[in-house]
């Protein structure tokens, strides 16, 4: 998954750390379920590429939509399989 956060510029401090913060909650819980396996930064960007396991498009759709950011992001799935020298 690649998102790019379009949280407008104009949004005052105090709501962009609690949007934060409550990021952070969230993706906890999601590693904690294990759901979200890596997170990465793009630097230079706002914006994120993770690793996520779900067991359908619906649950991963209802993880990616549990982000408190979820309003502002711009996500980009790649589904992905398992690579056949991976099954060994």
Do not use: F
């Not at 793009?42 to 690793?51: H, K, Q, S, Y």
């Not at 759709?61 to 982000?67: G, K, R, T, Y």
């Amino acid at each position: 998954m690649r998102a790019e956060n379009r949280l407008p510029a104009d949004t005052p401090a105090e709501r962009r750390e609690e949007l934060r913060g409550a990021e952070r909650v969230r993706a906890t819980e999601l590693r904690a379920a294990g759901v979200l396996k890596r997170l990465w930064r793009v630097p230079g960007r706002n914006a994120t590429i993770g690793l996520y396991e779900a067991d359908d498009p619906a649950a991963l759709h209802d993880a990616l939509m549990s982000l408190p950011m979820s309003p502002w992001l711009d996500v980009h799935v790649e589904p992905l399989a398992t690579h056949p020298q991976e099954r060994t």
